[in-house]
Structures are given as C-alpha cells and as structure tokens.
C-alpha cells in the first residue's frame, strides 16, 4: 500500500503536459517500424492522469497534444506528399483526441462506477468517427498495434478491428484504475480474465478449419519501379514494360490461374496508348494465362469533359478485357480534392481567393468507381470463382473489404503502390491493416504491391509467403476460394 501511495504522489507531481507527450510516444512505438504492440496497452495510461482534476479546457488541449506528439511520429512520411501535408494531417488527426478528452471530460464525474467501460467505448466511437467519410482516416487506429499478435486477434471475425480497440483500451483503462485510486480486487482480476477469453477464443477460432482445398494459384509480379520515373515516364516506359513482359512470362512457366501487377504499374491510360494495349492483350494470349493489371481508365465525354479512373483491368488468357474494377474510395488530396465543387464556387463569389487546384497542384482529379463490385474469373469450364479488389487506399477500410464479401466474392486482392512515400515505415504500416482484412471476412488476401510488402495473408492472419520492401521478384502460391461468413461481415453496420 505505502508503495501504491508512493507512486500516486510522484505521478502527481509530474507535468501533465509531459503525461500527454509521453502517451503520444508510447503509441508511436506500437506500431511499425517499432513493433512494441505490448505498450499498447499501457499507452494511455500516462494521459488519463494528466487528466485528473482538469475542466474541459484542458482536457480538449491534453487530449489533442497527445493526438499531435502521435500522429507526427507515426506519419511524418506523408511530408514528400505536400508541405502542408503534414500540419494539416497532424492538426486534423488530433482534433478527435482532443473530442476525445473532452468527452471524458462531460463522463466522468456523472457516472465514475462505469467509467472502466465508458472510456474504451468513448475511444472506439471516436476511432469509427475518424475513419469514415469523404475525410476517413483509420491510420492510427489502436487495435491495429495488434496485427501479428494472431491468437488475441481472432475476435476480429466478431468485432472488427474496433473490437481490438475496446480490448486494448479496457485494459489500460482497469491498470489505470488499479494505479489511480484505492486498488479493487475486481479490477486486479478483469484483467487476467479478459487475457483468457480472448486467448481461449483465438485458440478455438486458429483450430477450426477455414482453409479448404487449395484451388487457385496465384503469381504477383513486384516490379519495384522507382517512383521518379512516373515524372519522365515517357522515357521509362518502354523499359518498364519490357520488364513486367519478362516477369510475365517467367510467373507463366509455374501456371498460375492468375497473375496481378501492381496499382499503377503502368503509368498510361489504358484506352490511349498504342503500345501498351495490344502488348498486354498479347501477352496473356501467348502465355495462356489470366492477368490483374493495375492502369488509369479515362472516359471521353463531350467537349472535352473526360472523366478518369484509377482502375483494375482482368483479361482473359483469350487476351480480351473481361472486367474492370474503378476505385470507390479515393485518396482526399491525392487523387482528388473534397469538396472541390464549393471551393470552385467560393472563388467565383470572391475572385481574389486563390484556387484550390494551384495551392494543391499534384493533386488529382479521379473520378470514383459505381460500388464494389467483384469481377469473375472462369478458371476451367467448371469452376468460376469471383474476387473483390481493394485498390491501394481502399484496403484501410474494413468495411470496403466486407461489401465485396457480402457480394459474393471469394477472396480479396489489394493492389498497391506505396513506392510514392519513399519511406519504409509507411510499408509496413499499411502492410499491416491488411492482416485484419483476412480476420474479419475468414479470407485469403493476396496483395500486390509495387515496392512491396507483396503477400499472401490465409484467413487466420497468418502471413504464409511474402516479398519484402524494394526488392523485385515473383511471388507465387495457392489460396482456397472457400467464402466463409463471419458475424462481422454478416451484421457490421
């Protein structure tokens, strides 16, 4: 007890400014390139007393430094994006931290018996918030600290990674709890409890037999093209292609079903240029085999009114395009700007505002694909089998990858290219949301990835083959096509 007095009165004593700078850290080394996902569940626990005895000014203030110190660890990265990239990320990110705060705030004092249970249900409520919309952004969101942690995970077929969330915050909130106050037995046990349901549930879920025969194989080419290149591309283009035909060809001789390039691995439009068309349509014709090719899709319209895709061609080993994927969810700033439409007519009212399109010139202007739609692949006169693609952004969206499930897609393929952050860290980052995907439908993921992480993902999260980052290679396995339902992606809202 004298030791529990002892360290209550040296925490009080520590600045809470420093209590949320170090909560921030602490999630920084949650997540990669660190992989310390044990701290996840201690992270909070310095920001929840920099909390005590604060009004709302300050806890909105502790909350959003905590959401600042976090977000500039973990996606300094996008500075190659845009100068601004990186306070307008940062800001907008801690704002919900700062919500968060606040909330605790307005809880806490009014119903202190449940407040072990209303802070992970107050975290999970602003971490869904923050990841959907036109602005979504689930980067970031705690439970997936938890990705290669694959027995605590399971219950992700239940919950989604959401359900991870409220786990690792429960658990912080009871060590803080136990720390804060006058220790109650109740908490010193939930929290071995927990631990062994959660553990109990992983293990009968890692025994049950999700895989069946193995009916489709599958090469991913990972051209690893370097991302200055697309700045000149008319000077690369032929070598780029030569390679991804060689590639082809090698990937060809094991016979897969079918084989994926990369998002982008072409740098044209698919309707407009003369060389790369009929090359690739030859291509799968010669080798006899099915091709996934990531290319931009343009639809002309009247007086000049084109429309562009960033899009997912499957042809046929007959050489014919036998289905296309559009992008839904595009990359806000990147390949196109929200809300342009008002911007555009708030500079028709006040001329002297710059426009939108000059502040942000590398922008795109994407247009989004009708919905989620799987396309369909005939392996043999007797078998079709049908597979949603999440391109690039896309795979961060839990409820992206649901909706082709639940239309009747058999496996998921993410195809990417993350060669533009010219950081490791941003790889692995995104790598690792996609282990979730697989958890939460009980699918094969393969992913494509240009400078990787190229990979097959079984549907118990487990990474069975991969590529690593920068290095060029085929990577080729088999996957069962077996849909299975889960209460995630039968009931997710």
């Given at each position: 007890?004298?030791?529990?007095?002892?360290?209550?009165?040296i925490?009080?004593?520590i600045?809470p400014w420093f209590?949320a700078i170090?909560s921030?850290?602490?999630a920084?080394?949650c997540f990669?390139?660190?992989?310390f996902?044990?701290?996840?569940?201690?992270?909070?626990?310095?920001?929840?007393?920099?909390?005590?005895g604060?009004?709302?000014?300050?806890?909105?203030?502790?909350g959003?430094l905590?959401g600042l110190v976090?977000?500039?660890g973990?996606?300094y990265?996008?500075k190659?994006?845009?100068?601004l990239a990186?306070?307008?990320?940062?800001?907008?990110f801690?704002?919900?931290?700062?919500?968060?705060g606040?909330l605790?705030?307005?809880?806490r004092?009014k119903l202190?018996?449940i407040?072990f249970?209303?802070?992970?249900?107050?975290w999970?409520?602003?971490?869904?918030?923050?990841?959907?919309?036109i602005l979504?952004?689930p980067?970031?969101?705690?439970?997936?600290?938890q990705?290669?942690?694959t027995?605590l995970?399971q219950l992700?077929?239940?919950?989604?990674?959401?359900?991870?969330s409220f786990i690792v915050?429960?658990?912080?909130?009871?060590i803080?709890?136990?720390?804060?106050?006058?220790?109650?037995?109740?908490y010193l046990l939930?929290?071995?409890?927990?631990f062994f349901?959660l553990?109990?549930?992983?293990?009968i879920?890692l025994k049950k037999d999700f895989?069946?025969?193995?009916d489709?194989k599958?090469s991913i080419?990972q051209?690893n093209i370097?991302?200055?290149?697309?700045?000149?591309?008319?000077s690369?283009?032929?070598k780029?292609l030569?390679?991804?035909v060689l590639k082809?060809?090698?990937?060809?001789?094991?016979h897969?079903?079918?084989?994926?390039?990369?998002e982008t691995?072409?740098?044209d439009f698919?309707e407009?240029?003369?060389?790369?068309?009929?090359?690739?349509?030859?291509?799968?014709?010669?080798?006899?085999?099915n091709?996934?090719?990531?290319?931009p899709?343009?639809e002309f319209?009247?007086q000049g009114n084109?429309?562009?895709?960033?899009?997912?061609f499957?042809?046929?080993k007959e050489g014919k395009?036998?289905?296309?994927?559009d992008?839904?969810h595009l990359v806000?700033?990147?390949e196109?700007?929200?809300?342009?439409?008002f911007?555009?007519?708030l500079?028709?009212?006040?001329p002297?505002?710059?426009?939108?399109?000059?502040l942000?010139?590398?922008?795109?202007d994407?247009s989004?694909g009708?919905g989620?739609?799987?396309?369909?692949?005939?392996i043999?006169?007797?078998?079709?089998v049908?597979?949603?693609?999440?391109v690039?952004f896309e795979g961060?969206?839990?409820?992206?990858?649901?909706?082709?499930?639940k239309?009747k897609?058999?496996f998921i393929i993410n195809?990417?290219?993350?060669?533009w952050s010219?950081?490791i860290?941003?790889h692995?980052?995104?790598?690792?949301?996609?282990?979730?995907?697989?958890?939460?439908n009980?699918?094969f993921?393969?992913?494509?990835?240009n400078?990787?992480?190229?990979?097959?993902i079984?549907?118990?999260g487990k990474?069975?083959?991969?590529?690593?980052v920068h290095k060029r290679g085929?990577?080729?396995?088999?996957?069962?096509t077996?849909t299975?339902?889960?209460?995630?992606n039968?009931?997710r809202?």
């Amino acid at each position: 007890m004298k030791k529990y007095i002892l360290l209550k009165e040296i925490i009080s004593y520590i600045n809470p400014w420093f209590l949320a700078i170090l909560s921030g850290c602490l999630a920084i080394l949650c997540f990669p390139p660190y992989y310390f996902s044990y701290l996840a569940y201690l992270f909070l626990i310095p920001l929840l007393f920099s909390f005590q005895g604060k009004n709302l000014f300050y806890l909105f203030f502790l909350g959003a430094l905590q959401g600042l110190v976090f977000s500039l660890g973990l996606l300094y990265w996008i500075k190659i994006f845009h100068i601004l990239a990186i306070p307008f990320l940062c800001l907008y990110f801690s704002l919900f931290m700062g919500i968060f705060g606040v909330l605790h705030g307005l809880t806490r004092d009014k119903l202190p018996k449940i407040n072990f249970l209303l802070i992970p249900i107050l975290w999970i409520l602003i971490e869904d918030f923050r990841s959907n919309g036109i602005l979504g952004f689930p980067w970031g969101v705690i439970g997936y600290s938890q990705s290669r942690n694959t027995t605590l995970i399971q219950l992700a077929d239940i919950t989604g990674v959401l359900g991870i969330s409220f786990i690792v915050i429960i658990i912080n909130v009871l060590i803080f709890e136990v720390f804060s106050k006058k220790p109650k037995k109740i908490y010193l046990l939930l929290i071995p409890l927990i631990f062994f349901l959660l553990i109990t549930y992983g293990k009968i879920r890692l025994k049950k037999d999700f895989i069946d025969k193995r009916d489709l194989k599958i090469s991913i080419i990972q051209a690893n093209i370097n991302p200055d290149w697309y700045d000149t591309w008319h000077s690369h283009r032929s070598k780029v292609l030569k390679d991804l035909v060689l590639k082809t060809k090698e990937a060809a001789t094991k016979h897969p079903d079918l084989i994926i390039w990369t998002e982008t691995a072409l740098h044209d439009f698919w309707e407009t240029n003369q060389e790369i068309r009929p090359q690739v349509l030859k291509l799968a014709k010669e080798c006899q085999v099915n091709l996934l090719i990531g290319i931009p899709h343009i639809e002309f319209g009247n007086q000049g009114n084109n429309k562009y895709f960033n899009s997912a061609f499957l042809i046929s080993k007959e050489g014919k395009v036998i289905g296309r994927y559009d992008k839904v969810h595009l990359v806000p700033f990147g390949e196109m700007i929200p809300f342009e439409d008002f911007f555009v007519k708030l500079k028709n009212i006040f001329p002297f505002i710059p426009s939108v399109r000059n502040l942000l010139p590398k922008s795109g202007d994407f247009s989004r694909g009708e919905g989620f739609n799987p396309l369909s692949l005939c392996i043999n006169s007797n078998k079709k089998v049908r597979f949603g693609v999440l391109v690039c952004f896309e795979g961060i969206f839990g409820d992206i990858a649901r909706s082709f499930i639940k239309n009747k897609a058999n496996f998921i393929i993410n195809i990417t290219n993350d060669a533009w952050s010219k950081n490791i860290s941003s790889h692995f980052q995104h790598f690792e949301i996609l282990i979730f995907r697989a958890i939460e439908n009980r699918c094969f993921l393969v992913r494509a990835g240009n400078s990787g992480i190229s990979a097959i993902i079984n549907p118990y999260g487990k990474i069975e083959k991969s590529l690593g980052v920068h290095k060029r290679g085929i990577l080729t396995g088999k996957i069962s096509t077996k849909t299975n339902k889960t209460f995630y992606n039968r009931y997710r809202y």
